[in-house]
């Protein structure tokens, strides 16, 4: 069973570290809309982006599950909501694009996501992902352009971020 974990984790943080770090992820409070774009018409990063954030919620899981021991199960019960999210996100791609052509400001998230994003870096650091490494950027980067994509949609990032584990431990 460990091994199994072990063997998810590795296979999934290959793939996090695909797309490069940047400076532009959320620390300073939002995301460039350069960056955006082009991840939003990049097939190759837009799907980097997405199994980046699916990465993310599969080693927040794992950290969490020392004490949480009911995490594998929550993480179970949330897949099919999750799913439905990243569906919905790749579905909106070409409307997210649209927005941005229409006003190309910074995205900015709210002081409760942002909170919430600081948590998960700090997680992701207890967890043995180094701070400012690669893997640790190259999460939070694409956690960011995740919810940015959201919030360009007019839809409201708190609505799912804060319902589905294991980001709704770092909601709030």
Same mark, same amino acid.
């Given at each position: ?10 296979? $999934? ?6 797309? $490069?770090?940047?400076?532009?992820? @959320?620390?300073?409070? #939002?995301?460039? @809309? ?10 190759? %990063? ?7 954030? =699916? ?6 899981? !794992? ?9 594998? @199960? ?16 790749? %579905? ?14 910074? !995205?900015?998230?709210?002081?409760? !996501?942002? =909170? =919430? ?10 967890? $043995? ?14 956690? =960011? ?16 971020? *804060? $319902? ?6 770092? *909601? #709030?």
């Amino acid at each position: 069973m460990e091994s199994n974990r072990r063997a998810v984790l590795l296979a $999934g943080l290959g793939l996090a570290t695909l797309h $490069g770090p940047s400076s532009s992820w @959320a620390q300073d409070g #939002g995301v460039a @809309a350069a960056e955006l774009e082009a991840t939003l018409r990049e097939d190759n %990063k837009f799907e980097q982006m997405l199994l980046s954030v =699916s990465t993310l919620r599969l080693v927040l899981a !794992i950290a969490v599950m020392k004490d949480q021991p009911q995490a594998p @199960a929550a993480l179970a019960d949330s897949a099919k909501d999750f799913g439905a999210i990243v569906a919905d996100v790749r %579905k909106g791609r070409g409307e997210a694009l649209a927005a941005l052509k229409a006003d190309n400001a910074p !995205i900015t998230f709210s002081r409760t !996501i942002n =909170s =919430s994003l600081n948590r998960i870096g700090e997680t992701l650091a207890d967890a $043995g992902v180094e701070p400012g490494s690669r893997l640790a950027d190259a999460l939070l980067k694409n956690m =960011s352009l995740f919810l940015a994509v959201t919030v360009k949609r007019g839809q409201s990032v708190e609505s799912w971020f *804060c $319902g589905i584990f294991p980001f709704r431990q770092f *909601c #709030g």
